[in-house]
């Protein structure tokens, strides 16, 4: 372990944000780099006994809400930004292994500026992928183009790689309104901060050069279906019916066929060889697990970078199918067969996945990225000593 660096991990207190985050800082642990991953406390007290690397510490700040407050995202940033910035100020002041390098989600700016203000370097981290971060870090030009708003299925010709196919309705909702008054908040709000993660002295993407190469280059130049099926649905995800009912009905229909549970191991059964397809929202996480191991995706994307991700399942990588702004049923039984059925999607899916398991490999291009970072991290830590 090289004592002379020690790195604090800060993701944004989201499980979508944690994953990947938590890979990441269990990469650094084992490549001999001294890590703390900071959660809230309300979120180590969830986590308590999920299984961790043993050389891994784990700390916590306050996140300024009480434990049965429901968190929307908003009334999280604001609160973090007042109550756990003076706490996070304080920790980095007083840790007993002095930090050399803090790693931010790019969610969480406070945690960059305070850091910096201390002397410290500081890292952003983005959890979604690379053309959503290059199409946030856009969306000011965007408006001084005339570009927003439009027709939804005009091409968007602000941002950089993504020309010839990015349409209106492939832009995270409540982004493309923004000037009529009637944005999404929160989506405004996260491009203000993709815009100020971007002024770090660094920026990791969670993403692999095979993928995304064009977005890549862009950002360094700126610095009912008849087949069986596995539900994950979570408790808190649909309102006014309980899960349990919800169970009860597809089980109605589709008999032996149906499974509805509660959790499911994604990776695990991404895995499995009876996996024809996966129908998903697109996140960031969810597309690259299903990436990796080769499956048909039917996206039906939801929020955020979702939006843009479905389009490039379905335009660009050819993957799978983008099934945006669709809510027939119909449709989304003929989609699903379509992504079962097609050996054409199904090649390209295993071509990807072949393709980013060598990325990974210990000569790939994101090992030797990896790499590259720690050596990064261990220069920026030796300079601020």
């Known amino acids: 372990m090289d004592a002379a660096v ?37 979120n180590l007290r969830r986590l308590a006994q999920a299984p961790l690397p043993p050389r891994l510490r784990l700390l ?29 100020h304080a920790l980095l002041l007083s840790a007993d292994v002095p930090v050399t390098c803090v790693v931010a989600d790019g969610t969480m700016p406070f945690a960059i500026d305070i850091a910096e203000e201390l002397g410290i370097p500081a890292l952003a981290f983005a959890t979604h992928s ?20 439009f027709p939804a299925d005009d091409p968007v010709c602000g941002v950089p790689g993504m020309e ?4 209106r309705r492939d832009l995270p909702r409540g982004l493309y309104c923004a000037e009529q008054g009637d944005g999404d908040p929160w989506m405004l709000k996260l491009a203000e901060v993709t815009a100020r993660s971007s002024k770090a002295c660094a920026l990791i993407l969670n993403t692999a050069a095979s993928m995304e190469q064009p977005a890549l280059a862009h950002i360094a130049s700126r610095t009912t279906t008849g087949y069986a099926f596995l539900w994950a649905l979570r408790p808190d995800m649909v309102q006014m019916t309980s899960s349990a009912l919800l169970r009860e009905a597809v089980g109605a229909v589709q008999g ?24 998903t ?3 960031w996480n969810s597309t690259l697990e299903c990436a990796m191991e080769g499956v048909p ?10 939006q843009i991700n ?40 295993q071509a990807m996945a072949q393709q980013l398991r060598l990325d990974v490999a210990e000569v790939g291009s994101s090992s030797s990225e990896l790499e590259r970072l720690v050596r990064f991290i261990r220069e920026l830590s030796i300079r601020s000593c």
Request: charged fraction near 20%; aromatic fraction near 8%.
């Open 130 to 149: 690379a053309c959503s971060y290059l199409a946030l870090l856009s969306m000011p030009k965007l408006g001084e183009l005339g570009e927003s708003p």
């Open 256 to 279: 032996s066929k149906a499974r509805v549970v509660e959790w499911a191991p994604q990776r695990d059964v991404l895995r499995h060889r009876a996996v024809g397809c996966f129908l």
């Open 60 to 88: 916590s700040i306050p996140d300024g809400l009480p434990d049965d407050h429901p968190r929307s995202i908003l009334e999280l940033l604001e609160s973090m930004c007042t109550t756990s910035s003076a706490a996070y």
């Open 164 to 167: 010839g196919f990015l349409r």
């Open 310 to 349: 479905s389009r490039f399942v379905g335009a660009v990588w050819r993957t799978g199918l983008d099934m945006k702004d669709v809510c027939d049923r119909g449709v989304v039984e003929r989609t699903v067969r379509e992504a079962m059925e097609s050996g054409e999607i199904r090649g390209v899916a």
């Open 6 to 42: 020690h790195v604090l991990v800060s993701p944004w207190p989201r499980q979508g944000h944690i994953n990947p985050m938590l890979h990441f800082a269990t990469a650094l642990v084992d490549a001999g780099v001294q890590v703390t991953f900071l959660h809230t406390e309300h």
């Open 297 to 306: 995706m039917v996206c039906w994307p939801f929020f955020s970078d979702q």
């Open 281 to 283: 929202h697109a996140g």
